[in-house]
């Protein structure tokens, strides 16, 4: 990457920024171009230039978070940390990814594009769960997850455990001991024993 589009993408990413804080905080429909110009330091034509309108920005800023989002996650569930570690940064990735925006506005933004939506349903029903069967495989060879437990019914488990913690209402009330207590649970249930390595 040359020093031109070095420039070009940190530009970019500043629009995205002040645009996704700004949409997330307002809605799209009360933010206009300006506003987004000014918070990101650029002139309005250099939004235009790039991504040709208000809903072309919206659809790429959100595309492009997500995409960065699920590649840290490929990139640490690839990694070789033993699996209570892996777990524990998994859990905490998503809750600072969450507590970066508003929740509910942004689910409302991904609703609101069929694009978005369509880009989401193909990384759920494609990469993710390839990802999660890494995942699963990784923690029944290092004894975390019972080996008879079927992949699918272990999909549906983790997938369950994901839906709750994107509960906006969950969101507010989680820190540090909470997340633990739902880690032990997740992985040893109400009977079994918490996970200590790696955990402190």
């Not at 790429?60 to 840290?72: A, E, M, P, R, V």
């Not at 769960?129 to 008879?148: C, D, M, N």
């Amino acid at each position: 990457m040359n020093g031109y589009e070095r420039r070009t993408k940190q530009k970019k990413d500043k629009i995205r920024t002040a645009a996704l804080e700004l949409f997330c905080k307002y809605g799209p429909d009360k933010t206009s171009i300006n506003e987004i110009a000014q918070q990101a330091g650029v002139s309005p034509a250099s939004i235009f230039n790039y991504f040709g309108s208000k809903e072309g920005l919206m659809k790429d800023t959100i595309i492009d978070l997500l995409d960065s989002s699920w590649k840290l996650r490929e990139e640490l569930w690839e990694s070789e940390l033993p699996f209570p570690e892996l777990l524990k940064r998994t859990v905490t990735m998503k809750n600072e990814f969450f507590d970066t925006i508003d929740l509910s506005n942004f689910l409302a933004l991904i609703n609101s594009n069929p694009e978005i939506k369509k880009h989401i349903d193909d990384f759920n029903q494609k990469r993710y769960p390839q990802l999660v069967r890494k995942f699963i495989e990784k923690g029944r060879r290092e004894g975390y997850i019972r080996k008879e437990i079927s992949f699918e019914a272990a999909m549906i488990y983790l997938t369950m455990y994901q839906e709750l913690l994107q509960r906006p209402e969950l969101q507010q009330k989680i820190n540090n001991e909470l997340l633990k207590e739902l880690l032990d649970l997740m992985i040893y249930g109400l009977a079994g024993q918490p996970v200590h390595d790696g955990m402190e």
